[in-house]
């Protein structure tokens, strides 16, 4: 019946009774007749375990030796779903990242997947088994394993299933599906059913934790279906997909969610002289310390002085701070930050291609007297970053102004 990848969460697999649950569903997937690979994320908050032991142990511990020691949690959880699997009688074998042919590149602590080899995955298959393999992780140019980033897992999952032509790759998490808004905020949120590559990746860097951006986009890259599904139900979850809905092109629900994420905060450099090459300069720094900068603006210019603001996550603020203050000074301006932040994003396919949708957005917040600290938009959302403790009313009273709570499931 074909060849299906699942991926299951630390969260599925945080407890002996998880993964025996886990065991369970992968036993009923194989009764139907499919051919299984399976990757598991570390059991529950280990990842976070080692690190703080890491800190422990360590005033500075390398990034090598970091990612060996986070590399454990998956080799834990990959053996352990395989000896539940043994005890109901069905043949599994377990691979840590490396053995299952996964090549990686890059820093240590946030690797991407250059290849997959995955000649050893399939003699496994053909002999029968469900073979287990652990996510967020692979071997580098000197054979030492190099861990993905956080949501490395998913990506994992994505590849495999590319590399080996897999039918769907299903990702199990503790919700049964992408939903319109949060729904611990939103309890109207509605789950959707379908959703393209394009808006589930952006709502991914907007906020949405469900699945990571780079597994999305690999998916699209190389035209796996992907399947996001509850693991503790048997819900139909949301199939992530391209889709072919031609009838409905013209009126097809546009707005998709609305997406949040407070991990955020701002940092502005005021009254800098600028001219060619101004950005460069402020921005190459932050790139070389590998702080990621996400929305940019920059103000009129006023006798050849200007200001840039940009937002980075939290724990990056003090770092960019430091830098943006060094560069304001040399560029004959100051820097200053604002820390407690949150975006809040409006998502959906063709959105500036259908006029109206940032004015509604910006009306909504007006009316419920959000103020607006900075705009970013694309053709496929529309985000505003707002003070942290108004980003959940922000959330509500956006679902309630796009009716989505109405969205046909």
Request: charged share 25%; hydrophobic share 40%.
């Amino acid at each position: 019946m074909g060849l299906v990848v699942q991926k299951y969460g630390g969260s599925s697999v945080a407890t002996a009774e998880h993964i025996r649950a886990v065991a369970g569903r992968v036993s009923r997937a194989r009764e139907s007749g499919l051919d299984l690979v399976v990757t598991v994320s570390a059991m529950g908050k280990t990842t976070d375990r080692l690190l703080r032991l890491a800190g422990e142990v360590s005033r500075d511990p390398s990034p090598r030796e970091i990612d060996q020691l986070l590399a454990t949690g998956e080799e834990q959880s990959v053996a352990l779903l395989a000896m539940a699997l043994h005890d109901r009688g069905i043949p599994a074998a377990s691979l840590t990242g490396p053995q299952a042919g996964m090549t990686v590149a890059g820093r240590y602590g946030s690797g991407v997947i250059t290849e997959v080899r995955p000649e050893r995955i399939q003699k496994l298959i053909d002999g029968d088994h469900v073979v287990i393999v652990a996510g967020f992780q692979g071997m580098n140019s000197l054979g030492d394993v190099m861990t993905l980033g956080r949501g490395g897992s998913d990506t994992t999952a994505v590849a495999i299933s590319a590399a080996l032509g897999a039918d769907r790759c299903e990702i199990y998490t503790d919700v049964d599906g992408i939903y319109t808004a949060d729904p611990r905020i939103v309890p109207e949120a509605r789950r959707i059913p379908i959703i393209s590559p394009s808006e589930m990746a952006e709502m991914a860097w907007r906020g949405a934790k469900v699945m990571h951006p780079r597994a999305v986009e690999l998916g699209a890259l190389y035209g796996v279906e992907i399947h996001v599904k509850g693991s503790f139900s048997e819900g139909p979850g949301t199939v992530i997909t391209g889709g072919d809905d031609l009838e409905r092109l013209e009126t097809r629900e546009t707005v998709a969610g609305i997406v949040h994420d407070l991990d955020v905060a701002r940092v502005t450099l005021n009254g800098i002289r600028t001219g060619p090459g101004t950005l460069s300069r402020v921005f190459a720094p932050l790139a070389e310390r590998g702080i990621s900068v996400d929305v940019i603006v920059e103000s009129g210019l006023k006798d050849g002085k200007a200001d840039v603001a940009f937002t980075v996550r939290r724990g990056d603020f003090a770092e960019a701070r430091e830098v943006a203050e060094e560069i304001a000074v040399s560029l004959g301006g100051k820097a200053e930050g604002e820390e407690k932040l949150g975006k809040v994003s409006v998502v959906g396919t063709g959105m500036l291609n259908r006029p109206g949708y940032a004015a509604k957005m910006f009306d909504t917040l007006g009316e419920a007297g959000i103020p607006i600290r900075m705009v970013s938009t694309s053709e496929i959302q529309v985000t505003c970053v707002v003070r942290a403790e108004e980003v959940e009313e922000a959330v509500r009273r956006l679902h309630g102004s796009f009716e989505l709570e109405e969205r046909d499931v």
